[in-house]
């Protein structure tokens, strides 16, 4: 499928609009947020002004509670003492109307809390003057301290005062300053935001003018695909069909007509027409099928029969899916193709197939009688050659001792190459009981098995320690038996026996013998010292019945190694040969890991 780029796709046109739409939203965004800083910040002057306007009443609800007391105190008359009497109420009234102006700001609250203070304190000793003077015996040195550190507390108020002013100023100040820079870049942000809006909206005007240009030569590349649709379901035998979910009305192809035998569009497309062609024996199954799309939207593929309108017996095959489309509107899509060619070809194949196995039967039950009845009358050969060797041997001639001697030569390799077939007939039949097995066991049984034979030529086994597989046991001991049986079979009369078997794991791509591949293998290498053998003969001796030597030179059937080869395919893995004249041969086991 080709890469379809962002900008020709039909989602670009999409991603702009919501680009734009962003945008817009972020300008109206950026405004409000500006007209709310505004609108803050001219609260913050209000409430700024509110704050200097209730701390200069409450200084000058002190003034007038502190201007009474005097004018009370030179006059005596009660009148002035109005203004004092009114202040507390006042004083507090207006303390109260600070302290919520001021409610955000820790440091005014911190100043409040102080000016309290002083407030008490100044009101407190006012307070006390008016007890002293009420008394008439009171002292003027007291009376003049209380004066004294009363017009102190009245310091303290005017500066904490000035100060919470001050604070207020400072407060006013830097929140200007927020404003300003928030709406020095606004008209900047605003502008470019307008302009990315412009070019978007100009490239998708320009995308929509090729879109025009792109449908036009899009619907004339579909007429040619639909007309090469045609044309191809006429080449392929096979026709199509469409199912709207919705409305449930079928449509068909024109190729779908001439699969029944019918004119194109002859007659409407419709399940209920369509059912009249299907063979009586298979219409319950066809009618379930389309049951389960009416239901699961869901169409398992199925074969059925048909009987064309001339009369011929057609098998078919439906297979369909869903197909979606961007306005969420779903259509079930299929095909009908004519495999009657195919099902023809699987009856054949079938039949060849019943014929094969019973050849092979056959095949085996000679298999059985040449491996095992045959041994029969060569037993019986061979008690009589022994039989005449030990009473009537000396009464023979010369010539027929030497008859007698071939005859019993031939006997024991007939009754070697029988056993041998039997051999491989077993290996044939590839017994999958896989078993999980000690090798190094199995070598051990080998190696008693050939005993005899290795005691008689002194050779030497060396091995290194052997893994544990999932085998087929008496397969895989075979296989030891033969491989080092052979290569005591082709030791050297010049040297002792020396056969080595080493072990590895190794991964297939870092072995030149095997396929490029990341899979593991067991290696196993059985190398010998004998007489070894031309390389370029490495795949012939794994062949049946393949003999490099000629048979009065070394015993064997060739059948061997054949047995070998047999039984590492049994296992999946793989076994090579080489050789070289007068040195020696290596065989190579690879064997897959789990």
């Not at 039967?361 to 298999?367: I, T, V, Y």
């Not at 544990?468 to 026996?497: A, E, H």
């Not at 019945?545 to 059937?557: C, S, V």
């Amino acid at each position: 499928m080709k890469h379809i780029q962002l900008h020709k796709s039909p989602l670009f046109l999409k991603i702009i609009f919501v680009i734009s739409v962003a945008i817009i939203f972020f300008i109206g965004g950026i405004t409000f947020k500006h007209i709310t800083v505004l609108k803050k910040s001219s609260a913050y002057v209000s409430n700024s002004y509110e704050v200097n306007i209730e701390l200069e009443r409450l200084l000058s609800c002190i003034k007038d509670a502190e201007t009474g007391q005097r004018g009370y105190l030179l006059t005596r008359d009660k009148k002035f003492l109005r203004p004092y009497h009114n202040s507390g109420a006042l004083i507090k009234k207006s303390y109260q109307r600070i302290s919520e102006l001021t409610a955000n700001s820790r440091t005014q609250q911190s100043n409040l809390k102080k000016l309290q203070y002083h407030i008490n304190r100044r009101l407190n000793y006012l307070s006390k003057n008016l007890y002293l003077i009420e008394q008439k015996n009171y002292k003027i040195k007291t009376l003049d301290s209380n004066f004294v550190t009363g017009q102190k507390a009245m310091d303290s108020i005017r500066y904490r005062i000035q100060s919470m002013i001050i604070t207020q100023k400072i407060l006013l100040k830097n929140r200007q300053k927020d404003y300003e820079s928030t709406m020095n870049y606004t008209p900047l942000l605003i502008y470019l935001t307008l302009i990315i809006t412009l070019i978007l909206i100009t490239i998708a005007f320009v995308k929509m003018n090729r879109d025009l240009i792109l449908l036009k030569n899009t619907i004339d590349t579909l007429t040619i695909a639909i007309e090469a649709n045609k044309l191809s379901e006429i080449v392929g035998n096979f026709g199509s069909w469409q199912l709207d979910i919705e409305t449930f009305k079928y449509s068909f192809s024109d190729n779908e007509y001439r699969l029944l035998g019918c004119e194109p569009q002859s007659f409407e497309a419709s399940k209920e027409e369509y059912f009249k062609f299907i063979h009586p024996d298979d219409l319950e199954s066809v009618k379930e099928s389309v049951k389960n799309v009416s239901i699961n939207n869901a169409f398992i593929p199925i074969t059925y029969r048909i009987i064309r309108k001339d009369g011929e017996v057609r098998y078919f095959k439906d297979k369909g899916q869903i197909v979606s489309f961007s306005s969420d509107k779903k259509t079930f899509i299929g095909t009908t193709r004519d495999i009657t060619s195919e099902i023809n070809d699987r009856i054949t194949t079938e039949e060849r197939n019943r014929e094969l196995e019973s050849n092979n039967k056959e095949l085996s039950a000679f298999n059985y009688i040449a491996s095992h009845d045959l041994q029969e009358p060569l037993r019986k050969i061979e008690t009589f050659i022994s039989r005449l060797v030990s009473k009537d041997y000396d009464n023979l001639s010369s010539s027929g001792q030497q008859y007698i001697s071939s005859i019993q030569k031939s006997t024991n390799r007939m009754r070697v190459l029988i056993e041998d077939l039997l051999q491989f007939s077993r290996t044939n039949k590839m017994e999958k009981t896989f078993e999980e097995v000690d090798l190094n066991t199995l070598l051990e049984n080998a190696k008693q098995e050939l005993a005899q034979i290795i005691e008689d030529k002194k050779a030497k086994i060396e091995n290194s320690a052997l893994p544990i597989l999932k085998v087929i046991p008496f397969q895989m001991q075979q296989l030891l038996i033969n491989l080092i049986g052979n290569s005591l079979k082709y030791s050297s009369q010049d040297r002792t026996p020396i056969i080595k078997i080493d072990y590895s794991k190794v991964i297939a791509n870092e072995e030149e013998l095997l396929p490029d591949t990341h899979h593991k293998y067991h290696r196993i290498i059985i190398k010998d010292n004998g007489i070894g053998f031309d390389q370029e003969y490495a795949k012939n001796i794994f062949v049946l019945f393949n003999r490099l030597h000629n048979k009065n030179e070394y015993q064997g059937t060739g059948i061997g190694l054949a047995i070998c080869k047999k039984i590492v395919e049994n296992h999946k893995g793989f076994i090579f040969a080489k050789g070289i004249v007068d040195k020696g041969s290596d065989f190579i086991i690879y064997l897959p890991a789990e």
